[in-house]
Every structure is written in C-alpha cells, then in structure tokens.
C-alpha cells in the first residue's frame, strides 16, 4: 500500500510539471540579477511545481546584511507576476538602503492546482527556498546569503507562506508583512495542520494586512472569509504578547491597493532596529520601550488614534501593535483613506545619455513614496512625461505600473524617450527630472 501511494504520487506531480512548462519570456538576469530554478520533485515532502528565484543586488555592496522576500499569492496569474518581484524600483530602494538582497519567487504553479503544496512551507518550499539561498549566492559571490537574516512580505498565498516562515524559523526573521494572509494556528478539520507559537516568534515583528472588502465591512464577497483567519492568527499571537499588527485598507478587496505606502516605511523601521552590525551577528530584539499601541477597530474608519505603550490603557490582548511614533501615525492616515503623506522629494534621476534623438537615464525610486513618472525639459522648457499616463488599476499611479500581486507588469517600462520634434544639426540641453507618487519632484 505505501510502495503504491508513492508511485500515485509521482505520477501526480510528474503530471503537474508536464501540464506546466518553464514560464514563456522570463525576464533577463543578468547582474546585478541572478536567477537558479529548479524542476518540480517527484519524492514525498519535496516541492511539487517547479520554482525560480530572481535576485537583485545593491550594486557596489562588498558583505550583505540580510534578504527582502517579496513573495507572490496563489493562482498562475500571480505566480506569474512573481517573476518580477525582484525588477520593483520602490522596493529595491528599501534593500539598498539596508544593504539586502531583494528576491522575487515565482512558483509554477498550474491553472487551478493545489496552492498549499507550495504556500505551506512544510511541504517543500521552506527547503527550496533554502536551497536557492546557497545557490544563489555562489552564482552571486555573495556566500554570506545562506546564513543572512530575512524580512518577509507576503500576498494572499505568500501571506500564509511568509507567516508560515516565521513560526518555523523565528531567529532568521527581522519582521513579516502579511497581506490577505496567514498560516493557521488552530485546527479546522479539512485544513492543514497548525503551527505551534513559540516564545521566540512574539519577538518577530508582524503587520496583518487587508482589504475591508475581504470580510470586514464586505460579508459576502469572494474574498470575505480573510478576516476570519485574519482575526483567528491575530489574537493568538497577540494572546502571547507577539509584537503583531492588524492595518485594514478602507478601500480595497483582494488586491494590494497602496499597502506598500506602508509596508515599505513599516519595514523600513523594523530593518532599523534590529539588523545586525556587524553581518554574522543575531539579530537585535525589538526595542519595545518605543513602541505604540492602539485598540483593534476594524472597520472604524474614525478608530482611536494609538497611544505611546505607556499611556495605553485598553485591552492590552486585542490591541495593535506599531513600532514606534512615526510609523503609528502612518498606520493612522493609512486606516483612514490610505494617503500616507511625505514630503521628502526623490532622488535626482543620473547618468542621462543622448544618442542623436534619443535619451535614457538611470534613477532610484523614493523610498518613501515610490516613483510616479519622469518630467524632459529640453532648453528649459517642458517636453514631455514619460509615461504620459502613469497607470494603476489598485491605487496611486507608478512608473512600473502594478499587478494585483503588488510587482510590476511586463513588459518593464524602460527609462527612455525618443525626442521626435529635435532640430536636426541643432544641439539641445535636456533635463529630467523624477516625480514621486505624492507629486514631489526632485533637483
């Protein structure tokens, strides 16, 4: 019976792999790039889809300090989208800023397959996963990415996958982002097994992420049965004392909306805080003595504003969590309408060529805000915007444009412009200039 149940096994997933081909167009990965894929196995426990990993490197950086996971939800669409995980200018300008590594998943998984062969990390992934790290950092020159600390943001699937993580290997993680989902940690018949919550997770950062459409204010949509697990994984870590949030966008369903506006400055401070210096130390504790604290009311749009810990006086096991002052008051304005203010403008565009007509530049996104379009003058005078249009089905408008899994769409837009009206034989001056997604533009 057991010889018979291996081999259905191996015929199941030799069937998946070849129902689901190496993903058509990967985008290139030349450095500072570097991708390693692996074939779906066909042994009990080990991955069954095949899986890439596309990494981004800081430019110029000699020893990394830790690795960003940006890590897909569920479903061929948004595994396809995971493919450019890694190409986000927002979110490399977070790695860069911490010396990390920025990844990009992207598991094959085919039309209506089972998610949680991937998305629970018991079943496989948490040992890919591993296994690229090595990899990829022999490819990379960058051995120290085996053994570096890791900070986590994960959609839908990818939330139960990222929380998964932290529970399996809480002494690895700086902080975890969750959005529309978590892994379980109470049994229901029919799902899988629940994690234990160990003392060592309450110490790992976690801000639980979602739509008010997916069961707050919105009972019966599609996707209104998130909060229930959401609230469920929420209060039994927080029943622990877990340093655990819960952000609730007013506006959206499933889709990522403007969490990164959030998301970004959340990890941002939790990166701060506890990364080690020098690389090959643990990690530092929270130092919750600046910590901020707010009661649950999701749902409110007029919630109480949070308090300093110390002032606090509700219910300490259903209260939010946040990292510190700056971040509380972000997490107000972001419950609220989602506009997380800033005004810091971007980093200056660079290294602008002209070749006859045609210009191109290079440019870091605003770490804050992201990067909205690029303003031409030629002579002194407005020329053009590139894009014309910036476009964003789920929120503020980006230069990359975005997916419903938070990554930007293909093809990647370039950093280019033909100017098509120049004077032949007459030499011009030209000047760009980035715009972020609040409208600032830099020098």
Request: hydrophobic share 40%.
């Given at each position: 019976m057991i010889r018979y149940s291996i081999l259905l096994f191996a015929l199941l997933t030799a069937s998946l792999s070849a129902q689901n081909p190496p993903y058509e167009n990967p985008l290139p990965a030349d450095p500072p790039y570097y991708r390693v894929r692996y074939e779906a196995s066909t042994k009990p426990g080990e991955l069954v889809y095949p899986v890439s990993y596309t990494l981004w490197i800081p430019p110029g950086v000699p020893t990394l300090r830790g690795l960003i996971v940006h890590q897909h939800g569920c479903g061929e669409g948004?595994?396809?989208?995971?493919?450019?995980?890694?190409?986000?200018?927002?979110?490399?300008?977070?790695?860069?800023?911490?010396?990390?590594?920025?990844?990009?998943?992207?598991?094959?998984?085919?039309?209506?397959?089972?998610?949680?062969?991937?998305?629970?990390?018991?079943?496989?992934?948490?040992?890919?996963?591993?296994?690229?790290?090595?990899?990829?950092?022999?490819?990379?020159?960058?051995?120290?990415?085996?053994?570096?600390?890791?900070?986590?943001?994960?959609?839908?699937?990818?939330?139960?996958?990222?929380?998964?993580?932290?529970?399996?290997?809480?002494?690895?993680?700086?902080?975890?982002?969750?959005?529309?989902?978590?892994?379980?940690?109470?049994?229901?018949?029919?799902?899988?097994?629940?994690?234990?919550?160990?003392?060592?997770?309450?110490?790992?950062?976690?801000?639980?992420?979602?739509?008010?459409?997916?069961?707050?204010?919105?009972?019966?949509?599609?996707?209104?049965?998130?909060?229930?697990?959401?609230?469920?994984?929420?209060?039994?870590?927080?029943?622990?004392?877990?340093?655990?949030?819960?952000?609730?966008?007013?506006?959206?369903?499933?889709?990522?909306?403007?969490?990164?506006?959030?998301?970004?400055?959340?990890?941002?401070?939790?990166?701060?805080?506890?990364?080690?210096?020098?690389?090959?130390?643990?990690?530092?504790?929270?130092?919750?003595?600046d910590s901020w604290l707010a009661p649950l009311e999701v749902g409110n749009p007029k919630s109480s504003a949070p308090l300093a810990a110390a002032d606090f006086k509700g219910d300490l096991g259903t209260s939010v969590w946040l990292p510190d002052k700056t971040i509380a008051g972000a997490w107000q304005q972001y419950i609220t309408d989602t506009a997380v203010t800033d005004t810091t403008p971007p980093p200056a565009p660079a290294n602008l060529t002209v070749n006859e007509n045609e210009l191109t530049w290079e440019a870091e996104a605003d770490l804050e805000s992201g990067l909205a379009s690029f303003e031409i003058e030629r002579d002194g005078k407005f020329l053009a915007k590139v894009p014309e249009e910036a476009k964003n089905p789920f929120g503020r408008p980006l230069f990359q444009n975005l997916s419903y899994s938070d990554t930007p769409t293909q093809p990647l837009v370039e950093m280019r412009y033909t100017d098509t009206t120049a004077e032949a034989g007459k030499t011009h001056a030209y000047k760009i200039i980035a715009v972020n997604t609040v409208g600032l533009k830099s020098e």
């Open positions: 948004s595994c396809k989208s995971g493919q450019t995980g890694a190409y986000d200018l927002h979110w490399q300008a977070l790695a860069k800023k911490h010396g990390c590594a920025l990844m990009g998943p992207s598991y094959e998984q085919p039309d209506k397959a089972d998610c949680q062969m991937w998305c629970d990390p018991r079943k496989g992934s948490d040992a890919a996963f591993q296994k690229s790290l090595s990899d990829l950092g022999d490819v990379s020159g960058h051995p120290e990415l085996a053994t570096v600390p890791w900070a986590l943001w994960g959609h839908s699937g990818g939330g139960h996958w990222a929380g998964g993580m932290v529970l399996l290997h809480p002494e690895r993680i700086a902080a975890a982002w969750l959005r529309s989902g978590v892994p379980p940690v109470a049994a229901v018949e029919g799902k899988p097994a629940p994690y234990p919550i160990s003392d060592a997770a309450t110490g790992v950062p976690v801000m639980c992420n979602l739509g008010t459409k997916e069961g707050v204010t919105d009972k019966e949509g599609r996707f209104a049965g998130v909060w229930g697990g959401v609230e469920t994984f929420f209060k039994a870590m927080r029943a622990k004392n877990s340093l655990i949030g819960i952000a609730v966008d007013p506006f959206s369903s499933h889709d990522c909306g403007n969490q990164r506006y959030l998301a970004i400055p959340w990890l941002d401070a939790c990166l701060t805080a506890r990364l080690p210096d020098p690389q090959g130390d643990e990690l530092k504790p929270m130092p919750v003595a």
